[in-house]
């Protein structure tokens, strides 16, 4: 039901109070449920960010164990070059370069946590705007409520 016309309401201004009664409670309980829908989409939209962060932490992880795994192997070669040429791996040169392999493995690590909080960085702004958008397009109760109840109070003068 919406507004009651002025003829209505001279007829029987009980029901026309009525009508806009009913018009108050169709606002209300519509931006009720569209702020449900608005609070549903906000919590999907961090649901959302929470995977791509656990999705760019599982591939960080990954990563740094294959690195990891990387450098082990690049250290057990040059340990055993090292050895069969009769070389100490911790002594000289060949102690220089197996500090170079951990040197390196170590700014590569560095440049994908840079690289992960980036990312988190991002996701962070993005869910922030996301969520700024939902709210923006929330519908103002109050204002709907106040809009429908001046209606009813003006319908009442207009009715006595």
Do not use: I, Y
């Not at 609070?39 to 995977?51: F, K, P, V, Y």
């Not at 962060?53 to 192997?73: G, H, K, T």
């Not at 070389?87 to 690289?115: H, I, M, P, V």
């Amino acid at each position: 039901m919406g507004a009651a016309t002025p003829a209505f309401a001279a007829v029987n201004p009980w029901l026309a109070g009525a009508g806009m009664g009913l018009g108050l409670l169709n606002t209300v309980v519509g931006a009720g449920n569209a702020n449900a829908a608005a609070d549903a989409q906000a919590d999907a939209l961090r649901q959302q960010a929470e995977n791509q962060r656990q999705l760019a932490q599982r591939q960080f992880d990954m990563d740094q164990r294959r690195r990891q795994s990387q450098l082990d192997r690049a250290s057990a070669r040059a340990r055993a070059s090292f050895g069969a040429r009769g070389l100490s791996a911790t002594d000289g040169s060949a102690g220089a370069l197996l500090d170079g392999l951990e040197a390196d493995a170590g700014e590569e690590e560095a440049d994908a946590r840079s690289l992960l909080d980036h990312r988190r960085r991002g996701l962070d702004a993005g869910l922030a705007a996301s969520l700024q958008r939902v709210d923006a397009n929330r519908p103002d109760l109050l204002s709907a409520s106040a809009r429908t109840a001046g209606q009813v109070n003006q319908l009442l003068r207009w009715a006595k």
